[in-house]
């Protein structure tokens, strides 16, 4: 018989037995738990602790002018950093810090917070980011211990602020903003690498492994010339303060290609700050739209002639100055008497356009609209860029909407879409899309990509017959005199349109837009160029007055750089004075 002393020992023998087997089943539950329930999310903590990722920055590809000058690159820059040394006493510390301070000119508050950070122990703290090379070289030569150097770029605009528009920009994290940097992003960017750093107990990085490259991204070649860049940019500059306008935009075209050899828009900024730019992103060749008043009768004048409504011995009486329609009276700037088409279009006749245009019904007119594409983006490898405005015919005012939109109101549209219009006189009839972007190693050809001529919208006949009987004679007697150049011939039209006041929704006769459009020479266009000014004052506003002047001089530099010869006779005392400078005709 079991003494009491014996079954007690056993009792308790049992409930030891017992926690000890739950323990060891807890036990077991948990490292089943830690080994495979949650394993990975364990593994990848460990690893975090132990080692880390960092992104190897890819060389963004260089964007060259047609000529190869180069517009934007990316230097090789240093991101300067420190970490904690053991044993470093605080007055050591405190010592290295105060020489980064004085070598880098970091502010006092800089400085506390890196020294903050050293006394936390953090794995690491930025001292400098992407600091030029030869700061990085100095600081490197102090031999600071702690001290860590991670390579990047930067991107650099070495021209400034030339051809901004075109450029666009990028982040801090060199991404496209806005511009060709942005339209070919993914082929200028390249891939970014990856490399592993390990790190200690204390995460300072003690090695580090290469696990994928960088692949730097590929160069592209644009359309523009940066010499007719800049012949644009100072001739736009010089008319904005002499006109004191709020704005203007020059757009420069091979019409047969469709290249733009230089797009200008003031206001303007440095590429190199664009973070800072903000009130002149704007691309007003493309993402600005307004009524373009009689530069659109180019339009008007095709529809007519090519629907059979008019010829070219029509007589229109415009002796009253005005013509009222639907309650909607038209004026012109002049009382001008009895006038052929082509008269009507040489003086600009607002009364002669809208009486040969009435000839129109509105569906032949909108047809007309529609075949140069007006309300649709001319396809520019550019971003941003607006459609303008033309509303259906079914929405058209029954009697008013069609004299006025025959004398470019009531329609929005962007100076690119009157300069892509005008080209299709300057090539016989085509239209042509333009583009900034010329050539890339990893693109299609030039001629794959924009393949020229994409469809002929006129007869030949008709394009060229407007373009010897109106559209010369504009510029050699009619509204814009003003634009005749010596030696060449030039084919154009002027506008001038009165600006809706935002408050009052009506048309104001104080604030206009004045453009004009054109290309030289007219027989073999080897440029094509529209000048549009926002509200120029000083008392001139007309685009005879204040565009046909710049086009005159921004071409007359060109075609000389150009070396296109004339193809008209150089008045005498031109000739006198060029070989008085020594220089060709």
Avoid at 85 to 114: C, H, M, N, W, Y
Avoid at 206 to 232: C, M, N
């Amino acid at each position: 018989m079991k003494t009491f002393r014996e079954t007690d020992i056993r009792r308790r023998t049992l409930i030891v037995s017992f926690i000890l087997a739950a323990w060891f089943g807890l036990l077991l539950v948990r490292l089943a738990e830690l080994q495979v329930v949650r394993h990975a999310a364990f593994r990848a903590r460990a690893l975090k602790q132990s080692q880390t990722q960092v992104r190897l920055q890819a060389r963004r590809g260089t964007i060259y002018d047609r000529n190869g000058r180069v517009l934007a690159c990316s230097l090789p820059v240093f991101t300067i950093k420190l970490s904690p040394v053991d044993k470093e006493t605080p007055a050591q510390e405190k010592e290295k810090v105060r020489r980064l301070q004085s070598a880098l000119f970091l502010t006092d508050k800089g400085a506390a917070d890196i020294l903050e950070s050293l006394r936390k122990e953090d794995s690491f703290t930025y001292v400098k980011k992407k600091a030029p090379l030869e700061v990085a070289e100095r600081i490197r030569q102090m031999r600071i211990p702690g001290i860590g150097f991670d390579e990047e770029s930067r991107r650099c605009y070495p021209l400034g602020s030339l051809a901004a528009h075109v450029l666009g920009g990028v982040n801090s994290d060199e991404n496209g903003q806005a511009g060709v940097e942005l339209s070919y992003n993914d082929i200028l960017k390249g891939e970014d690498g990856r490399q592993i750093v390990f790190k200690d107990n204390k995460k300072r990085g003690y090695e580090s492994e290469v696990i994928r490259p960088p692949k730097a991204g590929h160069d592209i070649v644009l359309t523009i010339d940066a010499t007719i860049q800049y012949f644009a940019e100072r001739a736009l500059a010089r008319a904005i303060e002499e006109h004191s306008a709020s704005g203007g935009t020059i757009v420069m075209c091979a019409p047969a290609s469709g290249e733009i050899l230089a797009l200008a828009n003031f206001p303007t900024y440095d590429v190199n700050s664009y973070s800072e730019s903000r009130a002149a992103w704007l691309d007003r060749a493309i993402g600005y739209t307004y009524e373009p008043g009689s530069t659109f009768k180019i339009v008007t004048a095709a529809s007519a002639l090519e629907n059979g409504v008019v010829g070219y011995s029509d007589v229109f009486d415009c002796s009253s100055g005005s013509i009222t329609v639907g309650g909607l009276t038209i004026r012109d700037h002049e009382h001008m008497g009895l006038l052929t088409f082509p008269e009507v279009l040489i003086n600009s006749s607002n009364v002669g356009t809208v009486k040969f245009a009435l000839r129109l019904t509105p569906p032949e007119f909108y047809a007309t609209i529609k075949k140069f594409q007006f309300s649709e983006r001319t396809g520019i490898d550019l971003p941003a860029e607006e459609r303008g405005t033309v509303r259906p015919v079914g929405n058209w005012h029954r009697t008013v909407s069609l004299p006025h939109i025959a004398i470019g109101y009531e329609i929005s549209v962007t100076p690119l879409q009157i300069l892509r219009a005008m080209n299709v006189y300057a090539t016989r009839g085509w239209l042509v899309r333009p583009h900034v972007v010329l050539k890339s190693p990893e693109m299609l050809s030039t001629e794959a990509l924009y393949p020229g001529p994409e469809q002929r919208i006129l007869p030949e006949k008709l394009a060229d017959d407007l373009v010897d009987r109106a559209f010369e004679k504009v510029v050699e007697e009619g509204t814009a005199k003003l634009g005749r150049l010596d030696g060449f011939t030039i084919a154009g039209k002027t506008g001038t349109a009165q600006q809706l006041d935002p408050v009052t929704r009506t048309y104001t006769a104080t604030r206009h837009t004045a453009s004009f459009v054109g290309f030289a020479p007219a027989g073999r266009p080897v440029l094509s160029m529209i000048v549009v000014l926002d509200n120029p004052k000083e008392g001139f506003y007309y685009g005879g007055q204040v565009c046909a002047p710049i086009f005159r001089d921004v071409a007359r530099q060109v075609l000389r750089y150009l070396r296109t010869a004339p193809d008209k006779p150089m008045p005498p005392e031109a000739i006198t004075a060029a070989l008085l400078r020594k220089e060709g005709p």
